[in-house]
């Protein structure tokens, strides 16, 4: 398979997926098939997996979080400074997988794949192919 396309399709695929998340959380998937289904079921699930970190704190947490995935969605989707927001999404997505893995198990990080979009997302850091992205329209080569 073509490069250009295996980098399109991570940078979708990374990209929607923080989106859905973020839909989800928002409550703009329909219930029954929601993992959160609202902001504050999200915000318990922070907590939860982030017990460190102390109650007042966590909306911020959460926030932040959301914030991040909004802005690397957007950026991937539209090739954006691809390697540098594929390699925060991939740092992001590790933090992820380790909250998860050292507050309830690594069942659910395996589950849910955290370590494998995380290590898709560092991947496509390192993939220099071009491919119908906002750069290479502002880059000085041509």
Same mark, same amino acid.
């Given at each position: 398979?073509?490069?250009?396309i !295996?980098? =399109?399709? $991570?940078? @979708? ?12 959380? /928002? ?40 914030g ?5 969605? !957007?950026? =991937?989707i $539209?090739? @954006?400074k ?11 997505? /590790? ?29 496509l ?18």
């Amino acid at each position: 398979m073509n490069n250009k396309i !295996i980098k =399109l399709f $991570l940078r @979708l695929a990374i990209a929607f997926g923080f989106l859905s998340a973020v839909a989800d959380r /928002l409550g703009l998937w329909p219930e029954e098939i929601s993992a959160w289904g609202n902001w504050e079921s999200f915000l318990e699930y922070t907590q939860l997996i982030n017990p460190v970190i102390p109650e007042m704190l966590i909306p911020a947490a959460g926030l932040v979080a959301t914030g991040a995935e909004v802005i690397f969605g !957007i950026c =991937l989707i $539209l090739g @954006l400074k691809t390697e540098l927001m594929a390699k925060l999404s991939g740092y992001l997505m /590790l933090f992820f997988a380790l909250a998860i893995t050292f507050s309830t198990g690594i069942k659910g990080a395996f589950d849910y794949s955290v370590f494998a979009a995380s290590a898709g997302a560092f991947a496509l850091s390192t993939m220099k192919e071009k491919y119908l992205e906002l750069d290479m329209l502002f880059s000085k080569k041509t």
